[in-house]
């Protein structure tokens, strides 16, 4: 099996080398350091309204982990999921391709750091933007309550018969 390197450049940002090719590539340091990162980004989570604090950490084909927390606005269509704000955290960086994420959080979670008390699962607008960006076949959902107790899919299984991009191939009206 290929060995990882895990170069923690700060507090909330991991680069893991080589990068893995695909969720089926992860090891259990691998899924603990997106847990950790997603969990330290939890207390950045602005929840006033539903006081339902998320936090997501998606790792990318470059080997880059990037982090997002969900935010509340008081006009709630306003309102973005920490898997959707991680993701376009890491597309606004230029990344286009995912190859799993972690989420965590709860009921006032905010305040922990780690024990979550439930599974914290990604919305269905969360599960398309994922699937815009990953492979289903591959790319892996992992679902924690802390680095060790976790639930893990693939993103098919979560969405399975999905749409994505090349859904939108060959789309030319013939003429």
């Not at 990162?37 to 939890?42: G, N, T, V």
């Not at 750091?113 to 933007?129: A, K, L, N, S």
């Not at 107790?149 to 018969?161: A, C, K, V």
Request: charged fraction near 25%; hydrophobic fraction near 35%.
């Amino acid at each position: 099996m290929l060995e990882y390197k895990l170069e923690e450049v700060n507090e909330s940002y991991v680069r893991v080398s080589p990068a893995p090719a695909s969720g089926d590539e992860l090891t259990e340091e691998i899924r603990a350091c997106m847990i950790r990162l997603a969990s330290r980004a939890l207390r950045n989570s602005f929840a006033p309204y539903s006081r339902y604090n998320v936090a997501a950490a998606v790792l990318t084909t470059s080997g880059r982990i990037y982090t997002g927390v969900n935010i509340e606005s008081s006009l709630l269509s306003c309102t973005i999921c920490a898997e959707r704000n991680a993701i376009f955290h890491a597309a606004a960086c230029g990344e286009r391709k995912l190859i799993a994420v972690a989420i965590v959080g709860g009921l006032e979670a905010a305040e922990k750091e780690t024990d979550f008390d439930e599974y914290c699962t990604p919305c269905g607008v969360c599960r398309q933007v994922m699937r815009d960006f990953g492979d289903p076949e591959t790319m892996r959902v992992i679902c924690a309550k802390s680095e060790t107790d976790y639930r893990e899919w693939t993103l098919g299984q979560l969405l399975p018969e999905s749409f994505g991009p090349e859904s939108l191939e060959d789309r030319t009206p013939e003429t």
